[in-house]
């Protein structure tokens, strides 16, 4: 695979003056054997070069790395050149001459890593070599950052080089009989020759352009927010692999990835696992550098986070079967996105993927029974939540009129000796997940930040209640959003999101139902019905009496006909003698 090349060469080199000479360690992406400066070589500061290599899934990815150090260094004092995984646990490195790498299986028994020293030649104060590090057959999970290191007896050297995974399905695919072959670069396709297809293929294609940018149009300006809710949606990145099929009792890594605008914030990587519509999503584990890593519930113990963001789940059961979601936040800075992948456990010998019967009654059973479960999901969604040092209580569905305001109410409680300014991180989603607000609390002072739909016209807030003093353990609280000016669109669930980070994640649904505001008039004032005027509020009493007057006609209609119908065969019976 070859390397992306950047736009100017870049090359550093750590010289430090030690016994006479300096020792020094230099790294570069590119193929150059341009000689370390005498500024470098005197720089004793740790020089990052970044660089990005991009392959799709199932490739190899290759990494070849120039190194510079003294001529008169000996092989005793470079001593180790490592490639680090982004997760910082699996690497390879070459000591001595000796190479090996270490971690978990799936990267070990893919990984290779060897250099190569250059002969130095008479006069020459710099020895170079390169360093190769391979990865076999890559998924989406082993993107990331890799940091290739060359330590010497005095300094270490270290750079990163971006590892970019493309999904299969998004790979450009070879050329077929009659292709040119011509691929002029990454980002292009290829191309058939110039056929008689070409001009309908371009016309087909024009138009197509023409009619997908009247619609953008359109998309674009249905409200004056719409660049601010699709700013929160395309700030961060996130990348999923596909759905996996696994046997029960065996294991499974979830692949996902992401992208943010920079590199000085430590995004709070979160996985889910979705109950449906009634009842909330689980959180399954959370991970954020340095301060944050925990599997939680029946997860604890079975996940880890491998690759940048990727799942790994360990002796899997039929319980585990569901959609998950990848969720990467920087709270207050860049919001949220998220990824979702299935994950299905195989049943029986054969390796038969669990599915709904196919049979008509079947599936009149298996919708009677989510029917009647979804009532009893309901309930309990409105109910306490047990266990754990949050107890959430989601306020009754609402019911709000169109233009009027609607609000959403969470009760909590937590423990009393617990300090509340841990209770950093609230949430209110909206059901689509891309409109919400968060709240972010500093020392006790709660900062807002909403995004999406919910800018400029959503308010949340906390409200903390004073501690009982009758001996009551139990500090309690509310979480408020409050929607202005409300339309039909705004029906569906919203859900609430309460962290102690690392201790406990509680979120509960609200449904909030809109209704038309519909001005029914007064007594005496009867010449005018909201029917002729639009509105749709007596639609069921409306449709009741119109159905109802059809059907009167339809079948005095009917009657007649039949009448005429039984007359007519009458006389014909007569005539010829039919009896």
């Known amino acids: 695979?070859?390397?992306?090349?950047?736009?100017?060469?870049?090359?550093?080199?750590?010289?430090?003056?030690?016994?006479?000479?300096?020792?020094?360690?230099?790294?570069?992406?590119?193929?150059?054997?341009?000689?370390?400066?005498?500024?470098?070589?005197?720089?004793?500061?740790?020089?990052?070069?970044?660089?990005?290599?991009?392959?799709?899934?199932?490739?190899?990815?290759?990494?070849?790395?120039?190194?510079?150090?003294?001529?008169?260094?000996?092989?005793?004092?470079?001593?180790?050149?490592?490639?680090?995984?982004?997760?910082?646990?699996?690497?390879?490195?070459?000591?001595?001459?000796?190479?090996?790498?270490?971690?978990?299986?799936?990267?070990?028994?893919?990984?290779?890593?060897?250099?190569?020293?250059?002969p130095v030649q008479p006069g020459e104060r710099t020895k170079h070599g390169q360093l190769k590090f391979q990865l076999n057959n890559v998924s989406l999970a082993d993107a990331?950052?890799?940091?290739?290191?060359?330590?010497?007896?005095?300094?270490?050297?270290?750079?990163?080089?971006?590892?970019?995974?493309?999904?299969?399905?998004?790979?450009?695919?070879?050329?077929?009989?009659?292709?040119?072959?011509?691929?002029?670069?990454?980002?292009?396709?290829?191309?058939?020759?110039f056929e008689g297809g070409f001009?309908?293929?371009?016309?087909?294609?024009?138009?197509?352009?023409?009619?997908?940018?009247?619609?953008?149009?359109?998309?674009?300006?249905?409200?004056?927010?719409?660049?601010?809710?699709?700013?929160?949606?395309?700030?961060?990145?996130?990348?999923?692999?596909?759905?996996?099929?696994?046997?029960?009792?065996?294991?499974?890594?979830?692949?996902?990835?992401?992208?943010?605008?920079?590199?000085?914030?430590?995004p709070l990587v979160s996985w889910w696992k979705d109950r449906g519509p009634v009842l909330t999503r689980r959180i399954v584990y959370e991970y954020r550098a340095g301060r944050l890593s925990k599997g939680y519930g029946g997860w604890a113990g079975r996940t880890a986070?491998?690759?940048?963001?990727?799942?790994?789940?360990?002796?899997?059961?039929?319980?585990?079967?569901g959609k998950y979601e990848c969720e990467v936040r920087v709270p207050l800075v860049y919001g949220a996105?998220?990824?979702?992948?299935?994950?299905?456990?195989?049943?029986?010998?054969?390796?038969?993927?669990?599915?709904?019967?196919?049979?008509?009654?079947?599936?009149?059973?298996?919708?009677?029974?989510?029917?009647?479960?979804?009532?009893?999901?309901?309930?309990?969604?409105?109910?306490?939540?047990?266990?754990?040092?949050?107890?959430?209580?989601?306020?009754?569905?609402?019911?709000?009129?169109?233009?009027?305001?609607?609000?959403?109410?969470?009760?909590?409680?937590?423990?009393?000796?617990?300090?509340?300014?841990?209770?950093?991180?609230?949430?209110?989603w909206a059901e689509d997940r891309t409109s919400y607000c968060e709240l972010m609390s500093e020392n006790g002072i709660y900062r807002k930040f909403c995004y999406g739909d919910f800018v400029g016209r959503a308010e949340v807030a906390v409200t903390w209640f004073p501690k009982r003093e009758d001996g009551n353990r139990t500090r309690k609280g509310q979480l408020k959003l409050v929607l202005t000016n409300v339309t039909r669109d705004d029906t569906g669930w919203y859900e609430g999101e309460i962290k102690l980070h690392g201790r406990d994640i509680r979120n509960g649904k609200i449904f909030l139902h809109v209704t038309e505001n519909c001005l029914v008039p007064s007594t005496g004032v009867s010449t005018v019905s909201p029917v002729s005027t639009g509105c749709r509020c007596d639609g069921i009493s409306t449709g009741l009496g119109a159905g109802f007057g059809l059907g009167l006609l339809s079948g005095a209609g009917l009657v007649i006909l039949t009448t005429k119908l039984k007359a007519m065969y009458n006389a014909y019976q007569n005539t010829t003698g039919i009896s």
């Not at 300006?221 to 099929?245: P, W």
């Not at 306490?384 to 969470?410: C, F, S, Y």
């Open 1 to 118: 695979m070859a390397l992306s090349f950047a736009s100017h060469w870049m090359c550093t080199v750590l010289v430090c003056l030690a016994v006479g000479y300096s020792t020094a360690a230099a790294v570069n992406v590119t193929a150059s054997d341009r000689i370390p400066t005498p500024g470098a070589r005197r720089d004793n500061r740790l020089q990052f070069i970044n660089a990005e290599v991009e392959v799709c899934e199932g490739e190899n990815a290759s990494f070849i790395l120039h190194m510079a150090i003294p001529a008169n260094l000996t092989a005793d004092q470079v001593y180790e050149r490592t490639v680090w995984s982004p997760d910082k646990i699996n690497f390879c490195h070459i000591s001595g001459n000796t190479s090996a790498c270490y971690g978990k299986d799936f990267f070990v028994q893919r990984a290779t890593i060897s250099d190569t020293w250059f």
């Open 144 to 193: 990331g950052r890799y940091g290739p290191e060359l330590k010497t007896d005095f300094y270490l050297n270290s750079v990163n080089v971006i590892l970019t995974v493309k999904d299969a399905s998004a790979c450009q695919q070879k050329p077929q009989d009659g292709d040119t072959g011509e691929k002029t670069d990454p980002e292009t396709y290829w191309r058939r020759g």
């Open 199 to 266: 001009g309908a293929g371009f016309g087909a294609c024009l138009g197509l352009v023409i009619m997908g940018g009247l619609a953008a149009a359109i998309w674009r300006y249905r409200t004056k927010d719409e660049n601010q809710r699709n700013e929160a949606v395309t700030i961060i990145q996130v990348r999923v692999g596909k759905d996996k099929a696994v046997p029960p009792g065996g294991s499974a890594v979830l692949p996902c990835n992401y992208s943010v605008p920079s590199d000085d914030v430590q």
């Open 305 to 321: 986070l491998v690759g940048q963001a990727s799942l790994e789940i360990l002796n899997i059961t039929t319980d585990d079967e």
């Open 337 to 428: 996105a998220r990824g979702y992948i299935l994950l299905s456990v195989l049943n029986g010998e054969h390796g038969e993927q669990n599915r709904v019967p196919h049979s008509p009654l079947g599936r009149t059973a298996m919708i009677v029974v989510g029917v009647l479960v979804s009532c009893l999901l309901l309930t309990a969604a409105s109910s306490a939540m047990d266990g754990g040092l949050i107890r959430l209580k989601p306020q009754h569905n609402v019911t709000a009129k169109e233009g009027q305001n609607a609000n959403l109410t969470w009760k909590f409680g937590v423990p009393a000796e617990i300090d509340v300014t841990n209770m950093n991180d609230m949430t209110v």
